[in-house]
């Protein structure tokens, strides 16, 4: 039986031999002992054949193996003739140049590929040369650029400057200087308050806040009254103070000539604008 060592197959499949053991794992296949060394791990050429032709891989067989395939193939073949006889020597000088062409040609192969890694590398570097200096120039300009801006108004530039540093001096001594305690007492007794304003809408006005932005009868004029305790109302025809009882009950009250009236406003979510005019009509219908 013919076999042909663990290396050889490597070669003539061209692969390596840890990928060699994982397809004769796959394939369910096993080495073969050598028939004089049983260290060495060999394979049969069925089996070799078996495992190109299931990875689709051409065999290339080196010069032993095709000798030993030769050999088995023609078993009544005349034993070979000593090393003196003129036949082994031919075969050796026709084998020679073969092998010599081959290594010839792969010179070859490498030599052209290692030229054109060379050219290529240098177009990769004239390419960096060139993008490095196109991004130069188009810095150099935007700097050109910016500087003729920055020289033609930098006297603007300055003077708004010096501008907003005095505008930002008086509000930082005008932040840092304390309330009068006249204006404090002042800004305690000022209500809120929620008028008619000259545009026909109502307008809603918080001591410390200024003008509201939001609408009557909406969440957040609901949730405003929520954190009141008083407000002044200002409609149509009448006006009144409402001030809160309890937790969620409202009250309002009005003074005229020494006497006070006072109606009952509802709960918070009750006090809508129409609620409110409802009871200042009320007020002033008593008053007259």
Same mark, same amino acid.
């Given at each position: 039986?013919?076999?042909i060592?663990?290396?050889? +197959? +490597?070669?003539?499949?061209g692969?390596?031999?840890?990928?060699?053991?994982n397809?004769? /794992?796959?394939?369910?296949?096993?080495f073969?002992?050598?028939?004089?060394?049983?260290r060495l791990? +060999?394979l049969?050429?069925?089996?070799?054949?078996?495992l190109? #032709?299931?990875?689709?891989?051409p065999l290339q067989?080196?010069?032993?193996?095709?000798?030993?395939?030769?050999?088995?193939a023609?078993?009544?073949a005349?034993p070979?003739?000593p090393p003196?006889s003129?036949?082994?020597n031919?075969?050796?000088?026709?084998?020679?140049?073969?092998?010599?062409?081959?290594?010839? $040609?792969l010179?070859?192969a490498?030599?052209?590929l290692?030229?054109?890694?060379? #050219?290529?590398q240098?177009q990769?570097?004239h390419?960096?040369l060139e993008?490095?200096?196109?991004?130069?120039? /188009?810095y150099?300009?935007?700097?050109?650029?910016l500087?003729a801006?920055?020289?033609? $108004?930098a006297?603007l530039?300055?003077a708004?400057?010096?501008?907003?540093?005095v505008?930002?001096?008086?509000?930082?001594?005008?932040?840092q200087?304390s309330?009068?305690?006249?204006?404090l007492?002042?800004r305690? =007794?000022v209500?809120?308050?929620?008028?008619?304003g000259?545009a026909?809408?109502?307008?809603?006005? +918080?001591?410390?806040?200024?003008?509201?932005a939001?609408?009557?009868?909406?969440?957040?004029?609901?949730e405003?009254?929520c954190?009141?305790?008083?407000? =002044?109302?200002?409609g149509?025809?009448?006006?009144?103070?409402a001030?809160?009882e309890?937790l =969620?009950?409202?009250r309002?009250? /009005?003074?005229?000539?020494?006497?006070?009236?006072?109606?009952?406003l509802?709960?918070?979510? /009750?006090?809508?604008?129409a609620?409110?005019?409802?009871?200042a009509?009320m007020?002033?219908?008593r008053?007259?």
């Open positions: 039986m013919t076999t060592p663990q290396m050889e +197959c +490597c070669t003539m499949l692969i390596d031999p840890k990928t060699l053991r397809w004769l /794992r796959h394939a369910q296949l096993h073969v002992a050598h028939p004089t060394d049983a791990k +060999c049969t050429p069925e089996q070799v054949q078996q190109a #032709a299931l990875h689709a891989r067989p080196p010069a032993a193996t095709s000798a030993a395939l030769r050999q088995e023609s078993p009544l005349p070979l003739a003196s003129p036949e082994p031919k075969a050796q000088v026709a084998d020679a140049p073969a092998s010599g062409s081959e290594a010839a $040609g010179r070859t490498v030599s052209g290692e030229a054109k890694v060379m #050219a290529l240098e990769l570097a390419l960096t993008l490095l200096r196109e991004r130069s120039e /188009r150099e300009r935007r700097l050109s650029s500087e801006l920055l020289s033609q $108004g006297p530039l300055f708004k400057t010096e501008e907003m540093s505008v930002d001096h008086h509000k930082a001594r005008s932040s200087r309330p009068h305690p006249g204006e007492q002042a305690s =007794r209500i809120p308050r929620v008028e008619l000259a026909g809408s109502y307008v809603l006005i +918080c001591p410390h806040e200024g003008e509201l939001f609408p009557t009868d909406s969440p957040e004029w609901f405003w009254l954190s009141l305790s008083s407000f =002044r109302f200002i149509h025809a009448a006006r009144f103070t001030y809160r309890g =969620r009950s409202w309002a009250s /009005r003074s005229f000539r020494g006497q006070t009236h006072k109606q009952s509802g709960t918070t979510d /009750r006090l809508s604008i609620r409110l005019e409802e009871v009509g007020l002033q219908a008053l007259t």
